[in-house]
């Protein structure tokens, strides 16, 4: 025997053995490759994008010599492996997005666990986004970046939480446009939402903020916001304030606050570099009346303003600085009521004003202290003339009422003002 023929001997001797499996889908039995039998598909299936055998439950299996249905899959989304695990940030996640009613069950269309790759009830909420739920988020005539509708889903791509907000605000338009189906819309934002504020903490928590990545956590906390909002007003939850504790909205505005203290300069340059318009122009001549309208709103915070004169020096002067700062928001408002407005026009003068109060207004508002929830009650005037977005609905009321339910008797009088605007259905 020659040296050639031993060695193939030697090899033929040391090849392992193994066990023939006739477990293997029909999909790798017909392609006549090694099945890695994995469920609920196996990564052959994944990698081709069919519909594996294995998601077929036995009792709805097809009959001998039946071909079973081909269902279309997607591809495993790049943005599962990038998603922190459900144990980071847990306690940060929860803190935000407990005010919204516990998620359901993870259910078969998230985007979660790999291999799930992005479903259709997914894609369906994208679609959606893109071609209704943008359009809502901003005035498009006075977007010429198209921000909402272009770069946000783009910048979903490569950024988890902002995809995932993207579905959680999609699905509550859904919800608000068919409530016959509110409950199924509603448990899908929540699953997304959660997701999304998850990513976002994580992100945060490393530290590692850039010109670029300070844009996507602006607009991801800026989203978290609308998707709070979207969500509805909830008992006992007035943004600023609890009735029944700490307010979950002072944590969406703290995160926001700290973003825009640090980042300014490089969040708003590129894209969201804020558009100059020609003072005067498009000016709506159909409203007159806003003049007078507003020469009342500021006449109700002077009066305001100098009930608060009385308080200690301290006090005095925080609140004369929030009441002064209200009334130019009021004016930058209706300076915008009167160039046509988009009801979202009006969130950088109604949010901005949140954004910038002191920390004592913020424990004075949370120690239910009546002059501070008067204030508040008349900044929830802004919110009235934002009706028109479908995610600020019922939020003027809710608050007004709330404050009221809130304030000993004997300032209920102080509140009559913003009650009698924001009870005004025109």
Same mark, same amino acid.
């Given at each position: 025997?020659d040296?050639?023929?031993?060695?193939?001997?030697?090899?033929s001797?040391?090849?392992r =053995?193994h066990? #023939?499996?006739?477990?293997?889908?029909?999909?790798?039995?017909k392609?006549?490759? #090694?099945?890695?039998?994995? #469920?609920p598909?196996?990564?052959?299936c994944l990698?081709?994008?069919?519909s594996?055998?294995?998601?077929?439950?036995?009792?709805?299996s097809?009959?001998a010599?039946?071909?079973?249905?081909?269902?279309?899959?997607?591809?495993?989304s790049?943005?599962?492996?990038? @998603?922190?695990?459900p144990?980071?940030?847990?306690?940060n996640?929860?803190s935000?997005a407990?005010?919204?009613?516990?998620?359901?069950?993870?259910t078969?269309?998230?985007v979660?666990a790999?291999?799930?790759?992005?479903?259709?009830?997914d894609?369906?909420?994208?679609?959606?986004?893109?071609?209704?739920?943008?359009?809502?988020?901003?005035?498009?005539? #006075?977007?010429?970046?198209k921000?909402?509708?272009?770069?946000?889903p783009?910048? *979903?791509?490569?950024?988890?939480?902002?995809?995932?907000?993207?579905?959680?605000?999609?699905?509550?338009?859904?919800?608000?446009?068919?409530?016959?189906?509110?409950?199924? &819309?509603?448990?899908?934002?929540?699953?997304?939402f959660?997701f999304g504020?998850?990513?976002?903490?994580a992100?945060? @928590?490393l530290? $590692?903020?850039?010109?670029?990545?300070?844009?996507?956590?602006?607009i991801?906390?800026?989203?978290?916001?609308f998707? &709070?909002?979207?969500? *509805?007003?909830?008992? *006992? %939850?007035?943004?600023?304030?609890?009735?029944?504790?700490?307010?979950?909205?002072?944590?969406?505005?703290? *995160? +926001?606050?700290?973003i825009?203290a640090?980042?300014s300069?490089?969040?708003? $340059?590129?894209v969201?570099?804020?558009h100059n318009?020609?003072?005067?122009?498009?000016?709506?001549?159909?409203?007159?009346?806003l003049?007078e %309208?507003?020469?009342?709103h500021?006449?109700?915070?002077?009066?305001?303003?100098e009930? !608060?004169n009385?308080?200690?020096?301290?006090n005095?002067?925080? &609140? +004369?600085? +929030?009441?002064?700062?209200?009334?130019?928001?009021?004016e /930058?408002?209706?300076?915008?009521r009167?160039?046509?407005?988009?009801? =979202?026009?009006l969130?950088? &003068?109604a949010m901005g004003? =949140?954004?910038?109060l002191p920390?004592?207004?913020?424990?004075?508002? /949370?120690?239910?202290?009546?002059? @501070?929830?008067?204030?508040? !009650?008349?900044? @929830?005037?802004?919110l009235?003339y934002?009706?028109?977005?479908?995610f600020m609905?019922?939020?003027?009321?809710?608050?007004?009422?709330?404050?009221?339910?809130?304030?000993?008797?004997a300032?209920?009088?102080?509140?009559?003002?913003?009650e009698?605007?924001?009870?005004?259905?025109?």
């Open positions: 025997m040296m050639d023929s031993e060695q193939i001997n030697q090899k001797r040391s090849r =053995t066990r #023939k499996s006739r477990l293997g889908c029909g999909n790798c039995k392609r006549r490759v #090694k099945c890695d039998e994995k #469920k598909s196996c990564n052959n990698l081709h994008s069919i594996c055998d294995f998601q077929i439950p036995s009792s709805r097809p009959s010599g039946s071909t079973p249905p081909q269902r279309y899959q997607f591809r495993q790049k943005y599962q492996t990038l @998603a922190p695990s144990s980071q940030d847990e306690d996640c929860r935000i407990v005010q919204c009613d516990p998620p359901s069950p993870p078969s269309h998230l979660t790999p291999g799930g790759g992005i479903s259709l009830e894609l369906h909420l994208f679609h959606h986004f893109t071609t209704a739920t943008s359009s809502t988020m901003a005035n498009e005539a #006075k977007d010429p970046q921000v909402w509708q272009i770069h946000v783009q910048w *979903g791509m490569s950024f988890p939480s902002i995809l995932h907000l993207l579905l959680a605000l999609s699905a509550l338009h859904l919800a608000y446009l068919n409530p016959a189906r509110r409950g199924t &819309y509603t448990r899908q934002a929540d699953e997304h959660m504020v998850r990513s976002v903490t992100v945060l @928590a530290d $590692t903020l850039n010109s670029q990545s300070c844009q996507y956590i602006y991801a906390a800026i989203m978290i916001c998707a &709070y909002f979207a969500r *509805g007003p909830r008992d *006992g %939850e007035y943004l600023v304030f609890n009735a029944n504790g700490k307010s979950e909205w002072l944590v969406l505005l703290h *995160g +926001v606050r700290s825009l640090q980042k300069e490089e969040i708003f $340059t590129g969201l570099e804020p318009e020609s003072p005067g122009l498009d000016i709506d001549m159909r409203a007159p009346g003049d %309208e507003l020469s009342r500021i006449q109700r915070l002077q009066e305001v303003r009930m !608060a009385p308080e200690t020096e301290r005095r002067e925080v &609140y +004369v600085g +929030v009441v002064d700062n209200l009334v130019e928001c009021f /930058e408002a209706y300076r915008r009167r160039t046509g407005y988009h009801p =979202t026009d969130m950088p &003068y004003w =949140t954004f910038r920390d004592m207004m913020i424990t004075k508002l /949370e120690e239910k202290e009546p002059i @501070a929830l008067i204030i508040l !009650a008349h900044w @929830a005037i802004l009235r934002m009706r028109g977005c479908w609905e019922r939020w003027d009321q809710h608050i007004v009422l709330g404050i009221k339910a809130c304030l000993p008797e300032y209920h009088a102080w509140v009559e003002w913003p009698e605007i924001v009870a005004y259905v025109p």
